[in-house]
């Protein structure tokens, strides 16, 4: 086996496998990257057995076959350091042989018999997105997703599919973000992947110069697929909350206001809600939005904002991250906040923008 790649091309392509390589595992094989040399082509691939990447290499010269597996960690330290801007990869034994420059590494490779094999979703249903649709839609829901992996049908972003509609939704129980994009598409599913796999998804669309991308959903598996990099990601086997229900129909309080100076003004009331309960208190009357906060052993702070008000005055507390979280996810100058009461949830939106939203859970009142 003899290959000749560029270093940045190598480099490019094992950066893209790295995220799916095995933290944490009693296998020690998934801790590695499969190179395997096969029919002309030269791929990469890593898995954790939830995640699996296919990436092929674009290498200038390519003869011979083999399939091995080397060391993740080594393999990502070498090719940063790598001195030339070709490198050679050659096989003598069991050690994979790296020259660059006047640089040669002999590294020691693994039998590739268990290696888990990553199979894509081949049937099922197929769809394509345009790439930079795609890449807005999850950074505007995934923050909203539970961090405790132990909440397995909140630790993730939920995907539903509709006739020409793509859906995004992702929670923790305390606050809610919706996505939601016309694509062309006839058919009808959901499924629910995990926040490491949205996070694979977010590095393979970071590192596509592709237009559009490829979506195949077979009950089982999501595959998404560019021309040189397949990802294959496991769906979660549980059900994730029914979240219309925590939509609001109808209002009885609505403001706009500025996003910059609700967010400043969130940033100074939080000096003091930091300190106590991690709670705001939002009055709201005539024009004006008050934000205040107490903390016994700090003090308190009150904070105005000038506000464009429908229907009635409202006292209402919230924790003061969760707002700040969404306005960071909204571009739009002013934003929409709609209110039922103060023991129910808050719609937040962009002006004027539809098909995206955000639902905060109010906190009890003192």
């Known amino acids: 086996m003899k290959v000749t790649v560029t270093t940045l091309e190598l480099k490019d392509k094992i950066t893209i496998a790295s995220k799916a390589l095995a933290k944490k595992s009693v296998k020690p094989i998934l801790a590695g990257f499969l190179f395997e040399v096969k029919d002309g082509n030269f791929y990469i691939c890593a898995t954790d057995l939830e995640t699996g990447v296919k990436a092929t290499v674009n290498a200038a010269e390519i003869s011979g076959e083999a399939r091995f597996v080397v060391p993740g960690d080594v393999i990502q330290k070498m090719v940063k350091v790598l001195p030339d801007e070709i490198t050679e990869l050659s096989l003598e034994g069991d050690a994979l042989v790296i020259s660059s420059g006047s640089t040669v590494f002999r590294i020691t490779t693994m039998p590739a018999d268990e290696f888990p094999e990553i199979t894509p979703a081949e049937s099922g249903i197929t769809f394509e997105v345009d790439t930079s649709l795609l890449e807005e ?94 990802t294959v990601m496991r769906v979660v086997d549980a059900e994730f909350p029914d979240y219309k229900r925590v939509i609001p129909e109808t209002f009885k309080t609505k403001v706009v206001v500025s996003r910059k100076e609700l967010r400043e003004s969130l940033k100074r009331v939080m000096v003091i809600a930091s300190k106590g309960s991690e709670s705001v208190k939002f009055e709201i009357e005539e024009n004006v939005m008050r934000l205040v906060s107490k903390s016994p052993d700090y003090g308190e702070v009150v904070d105005e904002v000038e506000v464009q008000k429908e229907g009635e005055d409202l006292v209402i507390a919230f924790n003061p991250k969760f707002i700040e979280d969404v306005l960071k996810h909204i571009e739009t100058e002013e934003i929409e906040m709609n209110f039922v009461d103060s023991t129910s949830p808050c719609q937040i939106n962009p002006l004027d923008i539809s098909g995206y939203l955000y639902i905060v859970m109010p906190i009890r009142l003192a």
């Open 137 to 230: 839609m999850v950074e505007k829901v995934i923050f909203a997703a539970a961090k405790d992996e132990f909440m397995r049908n909140l630790n993730g972003v939920f995907w539903e599919l509709h006739k020409n509609l793509l859906r995004l939704v992702a929670s923790d129980g305390f606050r809610l973000a919706l996505a939601e994009e016309q694509i062309e598409n006839e058919e009808e599913a959901s499924f629910l992947l995990s926040l490491k796999s949205m996070k694979e998804v977010q590095n393979v669309l970071d590192n596509t110069t592709e237009p559009t991308i490829t979506v195949r959903y077979d009950g089982r598996r999501v595959s998404l697929s560019t021309n040189d990099v397949e």
